[in-house]
C-alpha cells in the first residue's frame, strides 16, 4: 500500500470539491509545505508575484485553501495573522509564541486527545480539529526580562 504524498493528497482534494489543479494553486501550496513557519498573506503574494502569480490570485487561493481545510490560520502576534498547512498535509502541531521577540516556535506534543474525548462527551459534540497556540516568553526574553527588572533588594 502506497501512501499518498502531501502534494498527491492536495490533488485529490482540489478533485474531490470540484476544484481544478491549477499552476497558481500549486505553486502557493508548494510554498506552503516548504515552509516551516506560517507566512502572512501579503509576505506570501510579495514573493509569488516574483514567480508570475498576481497577489491578488495568492489571496484567492488562500481563501479556497482555508476553506477546504488545507490551510488554518495562526495569530502572528500584534494581531497579524498567517496561514500554514493544515494536517495531513503538514504534522499536527501547536505552537508556542514569545511575547517578548514575537517568535512562534512549533510545539510537536499534543497530549489534548484525552481531553477533546471528554469535552465531546459531556458536551455532545463532535470536534473535528484544534490548535493552540501557547504564549509566554522565550528563554532569551525571559532572561533579558529578568535582568531588566527593579530589584526587590533595597539598600538602606
Not at 509566554?136 to 527593579?150: F, I, M, N
Request: glycine share 6%; charged share 25%; aromatic share 6%.
Amino acid at each position: 500500500m502506497t501512501v499518498d504524498t502531501p502534494e498527491q493528497m492536495f490533488r485529490k482534494a482540489l478533485h474531490a470539491h470540484g476544484y481544478r489543479v491549477t499552476p497558481d494553486r500549486l505553486r502557493v501550496f508548494r510554498h506552503l509545505l516548504a515552509r516551516t513557519q506560517p507566512v502572512a498573506v501579503a509576505e506570501l503574494a510579495e514573493t509569488l508575484a516574483g514567480e508570475g502569480t498576481h497577489p491578488v490570485t495568492v489571496y484567492r487561493v488562500i481563501d479556497c485553501l482555508s476553506d477546504l481545510g488545507v490551510v488554518h490560520p495562526v495569530l502572528l502576534g500584534n494581531s497579524a495573522v498567517g496561514f500554514e498547512l493544515s494536517a495531513p498535509f503538514r504534522d499536527h502541531h501547536h505552537h508556542l509564541r514569545c511575547r517578548g521577540c514575537g517568535r512562534l516556535f512549533d510545539l510537536a506534543e499534543c497530549e489534548l486527545d484525552p481531553v477533546i474525548r471528554r469535552i465531546e462527551e459531556v458536551h455532545h459534540y463532535r470536534v473535528e480539529a484544534h490548535e493552540l497556540t501557547l504564549e509566554g516568553l522565550c528563554d532569551r526574553c525571559a532572561q533579558k526580562e529578568a535582568a531588566s527588572a527593579p530589584s526587590s533588594h533595597h539598600q538602606a
